[in-house]
T-cell receptor, first 118, second 112 residues
Framework: GAGVSQTPSNKVTEKGKYVELRCDPI?????LYWYRQSLGQGPEFLIY????????DSGLPNDRFFAVRPEGSVSTLKIQRTERGDSAVYLC????????????????FGEGSRLTVL | DAKTTQPPSMDCAEGRAANLPCNHS???????VYWYRQIHSQGPQYIIH???NNETNEMASLIITEDRKSSTLILPHATLRDTAVYYC?????????????FGKGITLSVRP
């Protein structure tokens, strides 16, 4: 498809389990972002990739959260030992929009992966 | 990123202009103003951005005050499909600061 694709769309897991969430960005987009959104809140930044490397992971809440983008395209967000507080919608966005030689800040978001930890 | 202040909610009648305000009194000279919106159960959608000049595209107009401390997003003819949460964000979006920080936004309700 032409947009950002996220799988699974819904994931229900038990406390303590390991979870992987996948993001397929728009083809050719070099920048990829992960956000998470709790009910009634705006999206919260987690991590940003430029190519294969994590340019900014300052939003990852703790070491249970980890993300990779080994080939500079698909990214996986990994959550170890899930807790009930991890329940949220995890949003992925990609960008490659330039204007006047700089990135424009136009991010293209996927529909999100809703994670529920019981 | 500089912080923004938006009212929590507003409504307008279908077919009328919706004017969404945003205060960003601590904005820096190299920071842009971005607007995104999020329709229920969807990911955020880019609307428009600007630095100091007013901007217009097929979706909306962005009016930035001369001192850049506030801005207004204008949806010229609101429809029911414009009901959404609208986020005003300021960011230099360059180098190490290439990310957007969302607040709670303003919930726009368009009534028939």
């Amino acid at each position: 498809g032409a947009g950002v694709s996220q799988t699974p769309s819904n994931k229900v897991t038990e406390k303590g389990k390991y979870v992987e969430l996948r993001c397929d960005p728009i083809s050719g987009h070099t920048a990829l972002y992960w956000y998470r959104q709790s009910l009634g809140q705006g999206p919260e930044f987690l991590i940003y990739f430029q190519g294969t490397g994590a340019a900014d992971d300052s939003g990852l809440p703790n070491d249970r959260f980890f993300a990779v983008r080994p080939e500079g395209s698909v990214s996986t967000l990994k959550i170890q030992r899930t807790e009930r507080g991890d329940s949220a919608v995890y949003l992925c966005a990609s960008s490659n929009s330039r204007w006047g030689g700089r990135y424009t800040g136009e991010l293209f978001f996927g529909e999100g992966s809703r994670l529920t930890v019981l | 990123d500089a912080k923004t202040t938006q009212p929590p909610s507003m409504d307008c009648a279908e077919g009328r202009a919706a004017n969404l305000p945003c205060n960003h009194s601590t904005i820096s000279g190299n920071e842009y103003v971005y607007w995104y919106r999020q329709i229920h159960s969807q990911g955020p959608q880019y609307i428009i951005h600007g630095l100091k000049n007013n901007e217009t595209n097929e979706m909306a107009s962005l009016i930035i005050t001369e001192d850049r401390k506030s801005s207004t997003l204008i949806l010229p003819h609101a429809t029911l499909r414009d009901t959404a949460v609208y986020y005003c964000i300021v960011s230099s979006y360059t180098g190490a600061n290439s990310k957007l920080t969302f607040g709670k936004g303003i919930t726009l309700s368009v009534r028939p």
